[in-house]
């Protein structure tokens, strides 16, 4: 069972910095790109960033370019997000999610997790 | 990177179908084949219901349906069913980043 577990969320002030994990398990995780998706309190989907199976190809939304970098390590089967100078705006449930295409991506997302929290306030 | 566009609301009765549109431009929607479509119960994470314009996971019932013309996506549903109600994201590749969500579409089954 494909299983996605997100930690590291909680309440950082403006300008600090916060990293998330994603811990998986349940398929071959170096075999797949993975995703960062947030959604704000009461709004839509937005993507956050994304990174190929062997990191060689990484992308991220305008919104948070030069302030987050995603990073994997597959032999821990892990996923990261180092969220750096953290505005109100970047509150939100982050959900880590699966690529469903083997050895390439498909940007569409066949597995998410349960998201963590982060709340940007002082 | 402007969310693509999504009608707020839309609602059927139980048994009609209904189409929910998504719109973009020619950089992601009508430029690609990754438009992809997913379900999100209150509460819930987001569920995979269409990928690649038109094709459906294992599991997800018939009665969902995707189609693409020029730089709009649509989802149908047919047959509504309670289950049905909750909100619906569209999304696709786009060439100036990798994915591009649209704003939601909250779907109330009367």
């Known amino acids: 069972e494909v299983q996605l577990v997100e930690s590291g969320g909680g309440l950082v002030q403006p300008g600090r910095s916060l990293r998330l994990s994603c811990a998986a398990s349940?398929?071959?995780?170096?075999?797949?790109?993975m995703h960062w998706v947030r959604q704000a309190p009461g709004k839509g989907l937005e993507w956050v960033s994304g990174?190929?199976?062997?990191?060689?190809?990484?992308g991220y939304a305008d919104s948070v370019k030069g302030r987050f970098t995603i990073s994997r390590d597959n032999a821990k089967n892990s996923l990261y997000l180092q969220m750096n100078s953290l505005r109100a705006e970047d509150m939100a449930l982050y959900y880590c999610?699966?690529?469903?295409?083997?050895?390439?991506?498909?940007?569409?997302?066949?597995?998410w997790g349960q998201g963590t929290l982060v709340t940007v306030s002082s | 990177q402007s969310a693509l566009t999504q009608p707020a609301s839309v609602s059927g009765s139980p048994g009609q179908s209904i189409t929910i549109s998504c719109t973009g431009t020619?950089?992601?929607?009508?430029?690609?084949?990754?438009v992809s479509w997913y379900q999100q119960h209150p509460g819930k994470a987001p569920k995979l219901m269409i990928y690649?314009?038109?094709n459906r996971p294992s599991g997800v019932s018939n009665r969902f349906s995707g189609s693409k013309s020029g730089n709009t996506a649509s989802l149908t549903i047919s047959g509504l069913q309670a289950e049905d109600e909750a909100d619906y994201y569209c999304?696709?590749?786009?060439?100036?980043?990798?994915?591009?969500f649209g704003g939601g579409t909250k779907l109330t089954v009367l």
């Open positions: 999610a699966k690529d469903a295409a083997v050895g390439a991506m498909e940007y569409y997302f066949d597995y």
């Open positions: 349940g398929f071959t995780f170096d075999d797949y790109a």
């Open positions: 990174i190929s199976w062997n990191s060689g190809s990484i």
């Open positions: 020619s950089s992601d929607v009508g430029g690609y084949n990754y």
């Open positions: 690649d314009v038109s």
């Open positions: 999304s696709s590749y786009t060439s100036s980043s990798f994915v591009v």
